[in-house]
């Protein structure tokens, strides 16, 4: 077969794929839960992250160190004081497999953070890590 035709092959198999990928209907989502941060400071929610361990949504709000960080149990109600804040400038946030630990992000230069969480899975505590930020520019989130 020469070059040509197996080129033209590829071509009309990679459109009969696309061709089928737009023509399957989109499906209709819905919410199964709510987690809602009811206090002020900060409008921009920055993650929120499952914790498998624990069975705890974190949820963080962006922009300084004291923004509000909310814990959920599995079913959205709220566990934490409505005095917890993010203790970090968070911009991402994610449960790390490896450490069992939740982690940050932060603005900028603040590099990655982990925390400590007391027994009843409520954040104490938080330390930077010595990891380079290594971000596109001063907003990213991490995940």
């Known amino acids: 077969m020469s070059k040509l035709l197996k080129m033209m092959a590829i071509a009309a198999v990679l459109l009969v794929a696309s061709l089928h990928a737009e023509s399957q209907t989109p499906k209709t989502l819905k919410p199964t839960i709510t987690l809602k941060i009811d206090r002020s400071g900060g409008a921009n929610g920055a993650s929120v992250a499952w914790h498998p361990v624990q069975k705890k949504y974190y949820a963080a709000q962006a922009g ?15 566990l934490s004081d409505n005095n917890l804040e993010t203790m970090f400038d968070v911009r991402g946030f994610w449960y790390n497999p490896k450490t069992k630990t939740l982690q940050a992000n932060g603005y ?11 027994g009843k899975g409520i954040p104490t505590s938080v330390t930077k890590l010595d990891i380079e930020a290594g971000k596109p520019d001063p907003q990213s989130v991490g995940a």
Do not use: I, Q, S
């Open 64 to 78: 300084n160190e004291t923004f509000p960080m909310e814990v959920f149990d599995e079913k959205g109600k709220m």
């Open 108 to 118: 900028d230069t603040y590099g990655w953070a982990e925390y400590k969480l007391n």
